[in-house]
């Protein structure tokens, strides 16, 4: 079992930063492929990002390609998504996940999810 807190989540005026984090704990991140999904009022829940294990690979939506950083720090079992240039449709629950591989992550083919942290940008 893995279990997966986020934290970093807050209220961000449109054009600042954040940075979200999510710990590990039960099992080291480094045999999964991890990810960032996100869901806002009375939408699905979309992918966002996820990164390889190693790390060496990433891969992100088109909606925040250019303004989000995936990273990971397997010593500290730990995943990061830098949030720049944050838009008010950034606005969402973000859940960090564990897959097998990145491609399934991208499907929605997660084995363990977080508990998700709140982001609000306001215009």
């Known amino acids: 079992q893995v279990q997966l807190v986020e934290s970093g989540g807050g209220l961000v005026q449109a054009g600042g930063s954040l940075r979200l984090s999510c710990a590990a704990s039960?099992?080291?991140?480094?045999?999964?492929?991890m990810g960032w999904f996100r869901q806002s009022p009375g939408k699905e829940r979309e992918f966002v990002a996820a990164?390889?294990?190693?790390?060496?690979?990433?891969d992100y939506a088109h909606s925040v390609k250019g303004r989000f950083t995936i990273s990971r720090d397997n010593a500290k079992n730990t995943v990061y998504l830098q949030m720049d240039s944050l838009k008010p449709e950034d606005t969402a629950v973000y859940y960090c996940?564990?897959?097998?591989?990145?491609?399934?992550?991208?499907?929605?083919?997660?084995?363990?999810w977080g508990q998700g942290t709140q982001v609000t940008v306001s215009s």
């Open positions: 039960g099992r080291t991140i480094s045999s999964y492929a």
């Open positions: 996940a564990a897959g097998p591989v990145i491609a399934g992550l991208v499907r929605h083919a997660v084995n363990y």
């Open positions: 990164i390889s294990r190693g790390g060496g690979v990433s």
